[in-house]
């Protein structure tokens, strides 16, 4: 089973510049999860999907962050304009609808420095 | 509100000695519990979980973990450190009513192993 797909893994830009990113979660799961990750510091929720609608976007600076999962399937996050404290590695995860406790699947996540 | 505390942002060990990473948590309601493992740039992978079955749980690579309400604990254990044991262990909390299927993750821990 393919796991949870993410590109770029590697991105470097200029404050106030764009940047995109793009996951491809496990096939069949539901629920997409997009988290933001600072170095030294623990996964942070930005965004939560159920299908292709919107379940949780309470932490995610919505002036400058956004994102969709159009078909329920593949999703992009965007960053308009970048600011040096986005540095981080933002993550992708995914989960299925069963089981107790079902986990989350997460991708290698996209390194995104910001100068 | 749910929260996740991990004592301990670096431990290190010998190889062969026992790794005890400690995590308390706070849930106002029964917990889902998970530790996770982050190896040097790539995503996090599920080491163990605790589901409200056993409250000892074995997990991958000779990890296990013991849940104890009474103390609001979820420390991780492993009684000889490998090599291939250093990376960032993260303990997560997950609320068990939740539909979101959310986590509320740690800062994390390095472990470090001296041959």
């Known amino acids: 089973e393919a796991g949870v797909a993410q590109s770029p893994r590697y991105k470097i830009i200029e404050k106030r510049q764009s940047v995109a990113f793009w996951c491809n979660p496990i096939?069949?799961?539901?629920?997409l999860y997009w988290y933001q990750q600072i170095l030294g510091q623990g996964p942070k929720l930005l965004i939560q999907?159920?299908?292709?609608?919107?379940?949780?976007d309470s932490q995610l600076p919505k002036d400058r962050f956004s994102a969709e999962r159009l078909k329920g399937v593949d999703s992009t996050l965007k960053i308009q304009p970048a600011k040096l404290e986005d540095s981080a590695v933002y993550l992708c995860?995914?989960?299925?609808?069963?089981?107790?406790?079902?986990?989350?699947?997460f991708g290698p996540g996209t390194r995104l420095t910001v100068l | 509100a749910q929260s996740v505390t991990q004592l301990g942002s670096h431990v290190s060990v010998s190889e062969g000695a026992l790794v005890l990473l400690r995590c308390n948590y706070s849930?106002?309601?029964?917990?889902?519990l998970f530790w996770y493992v982050q190896y040097p740039n790539q995503g996090l992978q599920l080491l163990l979980k605790?589901?409200?079955?056993?409250?000892l749980v074995k997990g991958i690579n000779g990890f296990e973990a013991e849940f104890k309400k009474s103390e609001t604990s979820f420390h991780l254990t492993k009684p000889s450190a490998h090599m291939s044991d250093a990376a960032e262990y993260f303990c997560?909390?997950?609320?068990?009513?939740?539909?979101?299927?959310?986590?509320?993750f740690g800062q994390g821990t390095t472990l470090q192993v001296k041959p």
């Open positions: 096939s069949g799961h539901a629920t």
């Open positions: 605790y589901t409200s079955a056993a409250t």
């Open positions: 995860a995914s989960r299925t609808e069963t089981g107790e406790g079902n986990e989350q699947f």
């Open positions: 999907f159920q299908n292709n609608g919107v379940v949780d």
């Open positions: 997560a909390v997950r609320s068990t009513t939740s539909n979101t299927g959310k986590l509320i």
């Open positions: 849930s106002s309601v029964p917990p889902y």
